[in-house]
């Protein structure tokens, strides 16, 4: 029996490995022996390198795709949570955002600390690049919330309110005015006689994603009802002998004729002594109001003409607001000051310097100096 071939006993030991056939005779068999080795080699090599491969991917897969950064991130990136939004939405937009590496990071962050029924909906300011417990430590945190605020004055009628909210909110002006024409939708209290004006509170208010116009009036109103509840406005109306709807009106006259907050208790006071003394109140603002127009001070054809908010004309109290009044002006309606005053005057519209008086010379010499300031004289 002849001792095996060197060559073949390579082959068979790599049989199991590769499958090799000589196809160069028996003159080529020492260089198919050779050819089968170098194979052989290269087989080994390729099965290195695969495995090299496996082993680096393993080793550096977490440099490459992250589960999570670590640290505080950099830069500052805006994201949006939608009302609705759950653990697992919010952790598509933050991962999407790069805020996080990952969603499932975010969402064991949360589910760790049990503070899936704790993100609201907004806007925030984030950073990039964020472990995941970092961009929720900032998601729950006051200060990172971009907000869109609009301050409303005390004073503006209600038109100039609705323009003011769709300048500043972004919110449709037809849909604005829709909702407060709707009598039912606003929650208005039963002596507002289903009108928004006067009612609709002065105020800084936060425009929160998915806030409709009905929901931002709703706000207004809610807001009023709580002033009007610290300041006890329906007692303070009955103790003055007022319905609430009147002490309202009474609060929008004193808010537009007022010039500093401390003299509104006594502008309430002129009010309420021409009341009692069954005369006309004789308002520059009340007429303004009834015309559409705006000033301090109305022309003689202005005080001709007859509105029912002409109090030249008309008697009493005008028969609705003239505006939103504010804490201060609702306060003073119903605790006027005390005083015999009849009669006042801005003098200084700049400067906001009223003057009160119960004598009719001294009236008289104050609309002079109102006057002189306006350049009328």
């Known amino acids: 029996m002849d001792p095996p071939d060197p060559a ?3 082959s068979a030991a790599t049989g199991a490995l590769f499958a090799f056939t000589d196809d160069d005779g028996p003159v080529d068999r020492a260089r198919g022996g050779r050819r089968r080795l170098l194979l052989l080699a290269g087989g080994a090599t390729v099965m290195l390198v695969a495995a090299g491969l496996v082993l680096g991917y393993v080793a550096a897969g977490p440099l490459v795709a992250p589960d999570d950064y670590a640290g505080a991130g950099s830069g500052t990136v805006v994201v949006e949570i939608t009302p609705g939004a759950t653990a697992g939405d919010v952790a598509g937009v933050l991962a999407r955002a790069d805020v996080v590496a990952s969603a499932g990071a975010f969402v064991r962050a949360v589910e760790g600390r049990g503070k899936a029924e704790s993100l609201r909906p907004g806007r925030y300011r984030l950073r990039h690049r964020m472990a995941a417990g ?3 430590d900032l998601l729950l945190s006051p200060g990172a919330r971009v907000r869109r605020r609009v301050t409303v004055p005390e004073g503006l009628r209600a038109g100039e309110t609705l323009a003011r909210l769709a300048r500043l909110s972004g919110l449709p ?26 009612f609709l509170f002065p105020a800084t208010y936060d425009i929160e994603p998915g806030t409709t116009p009905r929901g931002l009036l709703g706000s207004m109103v809610r807001r009023f009802r709580r002033a009007a509840a610290d300041v006890g406005l329906e007692a303070g109306a009955a103790r003055n002998r007022l319905t609430p709807r009147q002490a309202v009106v ?11 907050e401390s003299d509104y208790p006594k502008i309430a006071r002129v009010i309420y002594n021409r009341l009692a003394a069954r005369a006309r109140l004789e308002m520059d603002s009340t007429v303004m109001y009834g015309l559409g127009r ?9 005080i001709k003409r007859d509105t029912p908010y002409n109090t030249y004309l008309h008697t009493g109290l005008p028969p609705g607001p003239i505006g939103n ?4 002006a609702l306060r003073a309606a119903i605790q006027p000051a005390v005083g015999d005053w009849y009669w006042f005057v801005t003098i200084d519209p700049a400067r906001r310097i009223t003057k009160f008086t119960n004598k009719e010379s001294e009236f008289v010499r104050f609309r002079q100096e109102l006057n002189r300031h306006l350049g009328r004289q």
């Open 8 to 10: 073949e006993s390579g």
């Open 294 to 302: 705006h000033g301090i001070v109305a022309s003689a054809a202005e």
């Open 325 to 328: 009044p504010g804490e201060s």
């Open 173 to 198: 002006a037809d849909g604005l005015a829709r909702a407060a024409a709707d009598r039912t939708a606003l929650d208005l209290p039963p002596y507002a006689a289903g009108a928004a004006e006067g």
């Open 250 to 260: 009474l609060a929008s006259i004193v808010q537009a004729e007022g010039g500093r």
């Open 134 to 136: 970092s961009a929720l």
